[in-house]
């Protein structure tokens, strides 16, 4: 599957613990600017971001939180638009029922100079879809 997930005995024993930073982790996912079943950041990005380069941020987003390690980023660059972004997988987990979820920074800079950047959660639809909770 692609996930590196931290299954030790220190990280059972702290599992307590580690479940309720995940649900604060969850609950602030409303503060951040998701759109659509990516939770690419295209509202903060404004009108600059154009078609292509939403559909390769969405791509890369999907790629790197079903296939990269956390801690290694994806990135994308669009030659047409001068766009570029990357993806960081910062950590993994498995909610109690039994969905994968990742934290994840998300950065995204327009030809222009402007960047835009965001931590954000997505969890694994049974679609195998990653989808912002």
């Known amino acids: 599957m ?5 299954i ?6 702290g599992q307590a613990t580690f479940l309720s930073v995940c649900a604060i982790l969850l609950s602030a996912c409303s503060v951040f600017p998701f759109q659509g079943s990516s939770g ?8 600059s971001l154009k078609p292509s380069d939403k559909s390769m ?16 980023s994806v990135r994308w660059q669009n030659p047409s638009s001068g766009a570029r972004g990357s993806v960081t997988p910062l950590k993994t987990w498995k909610t109690s ?6 934290s994840f920074r998300e950065k ?8 835009v950047s965001r931590n954000g959660v997505a969890c694994r639809s049974a679609e195998a879809v ?3 909770t």
Do not use: H, M, P
């Not at 030790?8 to 024993?13: D, M, R």
């Not at 690419?40 to 009108?47: G, K, N, R």
């Not at 296939?67 to 290694?72: A, D, E, I, P, V």
């Open 2 to 6: 692609g996930l590196d997930l931290a």
């Open 8 to 13: 030790s005995g220190g990280w059972l024993a």
């Open 40 to 47: 690419a950041i295209f509202s903060t990005v404004d009108t």
């Open 57 to 72: 941020a969405q791509k890369n987003l999907q790629k790197a939180l079903e296939k990269s390690l956390s801690g290694n």
């Open 97 to 102: 029922e039994g969905t994968y979820c990742r």
């Open 108 to 115: 995204i800079e327009l030809a222009s100079g402007k960047t």
């Open 130 to 132: 990653w989808e912002a």
